[in-house]
């Protein structure tokens, strides 16, 4: 029988240009290979209008996902793109990148969540990638009473299979959403030794995860892990190898090293990180 290791709450806090987030962080390794969650989730045009300027990154990946509203997004690689409900965005930043991520002003509230994914040493200093994945890109399992997107990584489910459509996150990191009606519930089969960390952002788990919470579960002895909806439920899944690598974390730089670190904000400073 699977076990709910740990529970995590979200914290209320605000980023970027005032904009109200719900935020899970930990830079000590306990969600490896996964850094942050923010929930972006308001409906006041001033609690989310100033968005994210320009800002730097350095030595991991991000994922955007869209429930409801959008974003622009400019970088210093010269792209530029839009994601709209049901969309994502994945950005490598990896040796450094700059970019902007605005609302769309003709949105009617923003709801939608970004994480943070943590990139091993042999690869914080490859080039950046960017990628706006539509919601028709990606891995779709429907059922009566249910359903699951698969917005990154192959999934493996009492349903069936679904494959994402991100090729890669991170290092085989897996992301997907999945709704289920009341009293439904699915089985996910996951790779030895991976956990599966759940962020609830509608309804409630049987299991014990409620709503603006993140549930961390350890597989059985077959690698399953089975969640049951005690209501309507929405739920992201998060999974994925450990890096079980140092983390040295300032503001928008994630190394393993205190002077990779210090390097990284000379690189900002002198106009080299994107370089």
């Given amino acids: 029988m699977s076990q709910l290791l740990e529970v995590r709450k979200a914290h209320p806090a605000q980023d970027g240009d005032g904009v109200k987030i ?16 923010d929930e972006l989730k308001a409906s006041a045009k001033e609690d989310y209008i ?13 994922l955007t996902y869209i429930l409801h509203g959008g974003l622009t997004h400019e970088d210093s690689m010269g ?11 994945w950005l490598s930043a990896a040796r450094g990148v700059i970019h902007s991520e605005m609302p769309l002003t003709d949105s ?6 970004q994480i943070w994914i943590n990139l091993p040493s042999h690869r914080k200093m490859d080039n950046p990638q ?6 028709s890109e990606m891995g779709q399992l429907e059922w009566s009473g ?13 349903e069936g299979q679904a494959e994402g459509g991100l090729p890669q996150l991170g290092e085989a990191a897996c992301m997907a959403d999945l709704q289920l009606e009341a009293g439904q ?18 309804g409630e788990l049987q299991e014990g995860v409620k709503t603006g919470n993140l549930g961390s579960f350890q597989p059985d002895s077959q690698g399953q892990v089975q969640l049951s909806a005690l209501d309507d439920l929405g739920v992201l899944l998060l999974t994925g190898p450990a890096l079980q690598e140092p983390i040295v974390h300032y ?4 190394m393993n090293k205190e002077e990779e670190i210090h390097q990284a904000v000379r690189d900002y400073q002198t106009g080299q990180l994107t370089r």
């Fill in 50 to 62: 100033g968005g994210f300027p320009a800002h730097p990154h350095r030595g991991f990946e991000t």
């Fill in 22 to 37: 719900r935020r899970i962080h930990d830079f000590r390794g306990g969600l490896d290979p996964f850094l942050m969650l």
């Fill in 79 to 89: 792209n530029k793109g839009e994601v709209h409900a049901g969309d994502a965005q």
């Fill in 251 to 254: 503001g928008p730089f994630v």
């Fill in 108 to 113: 009617d509230g923003l709801h939608g969540f």
């Fill in 146 to 158: 249910g359903h699951l997107k698969s917005i990154a990584g192959s999934w493996q489910t009492s």
């Fill in 185 to 202: 519930q699915l089985t996910l089969t996951l790779d030895p030794g991976q956990l599966l960390q759940t962020y609830v952002y509608q």
């Fill in 130 to 135: 960017y990628k706006d994945l539509r919601h």
